[in-house]
């Protein structure tokens, strides 16, 4: 499978802080990445979609302007958590798309990021 | 929208035994594509199997397989020959197939422990 990394892989900081997470799809050009939400021993929830050159188009719910996307390039995803809030704590989680012409639509996973907010 | 329900919490198997997880979607969708991801302790997302709603044949890789019943909405992943390496977290996913399709709608999980 394809290979998407995420950086840092942990990091920790101070209440009121900001945060940015990077994803890179190494192996192709996505014009599609997502951003999931993991609290620990739950399902991954879908924050947003980031469309290359555009908007990102968040899931109900989410705060934009407190979770602001990037996507500048065809590789290159960013998170950024702003006046980050120990409610922040999670693993978050980014992926890229992929659609084939013959229909084989899939998704690839970053490490995840692990955000530790004091 | 669609929702995507796992009923098992947790699961146990010993070694070199087999076991089914079970999984259950509601879509007003016809086409559209299915994936079991397993997250080990590791938390990295791998795939698992996949299956396109369009193809009648049960997906197979190696030791995984499953049954995909459409007109039930069901698709349960079974794994054969369980091995320790096959203790994680796994999640079955729905994934449209047009439109905003690209989307993932994932389950809630089951938690297999596999056992000596």
């Known amino acids: 499978g394809a290979v998407v990394s995420q950086h840092p892989s942990w990091v920790i900081c101070k209440s009121g802080t900001s945060v940015k997470i990077e994803c890179r799809s190494l192996?192709?050009?996505?014009?599609?990445m997502f951003w999931y939400r993991q609290f620990p021993k739950q399902s991954l929830m879908l924050m947003a979609t980031s469309n290359e050159g555009s908007k990102a188009t968040y899931e109900q719910g989410v705060e934009k302007d407190k979770f602001l996307i990037n996507h500048a390039s065809l590789t290159l995803s960013t998170l950024t958590v702003t006046s980050a809030h120990p409610e922040d704590s999670s693993f978050y989680i980014c992926?890229?798309?992929?659609?084939?012409?013959?229909?084989?639509?899939?998704?690839?996973f970053g490490p995840g990021t692990r955000l530790t907010v004091l | 929208a669609q929702t995507v329900t796992q009923s098992q919490p947790e699961m146990s198997v010993q070694e070199a035994e087999t076991v089914t997880l079970s999984c259950t979607y509601d879509t007003s969708e016809n086409n559209y594509y299915l994936f079991w991801y397993k997250q080990p302790p590791s938390r990295q997302m791998i795939l698992v199997i996949r299956?396109?709603?369009?193809?009648?044949q049960n997906a197979t890789e190696n030791r995984f397989s499953v049954n995909f019943q459409k007109a039930a909405k069901s698709f349960s992943l079974k794994i054969s020959d369980s091995q320790l390496g096959d203790t994680a977290m796994y999640f079955c996913?729905?994934?449209?197939?047009?439109?905003?399709?690209?989307?993932?709608?994932f389950g809630t999980g089951t938690r297999l422990q596999v056992t000596l």
């Open positions: 299956q396109e709603a369009y193809k009648q």
């Open positions: 996913a729905f994934m449209g197939g047009a439109g905003t399709a690209s989307k993932l709608t």
């Open positions: 192996d192709f050009q996505a014009t599609t």
């Open positions: 992926s890229s798309f992929r659609a084939s012409g013959m229909g084989y639509n899939e998704q690839f």
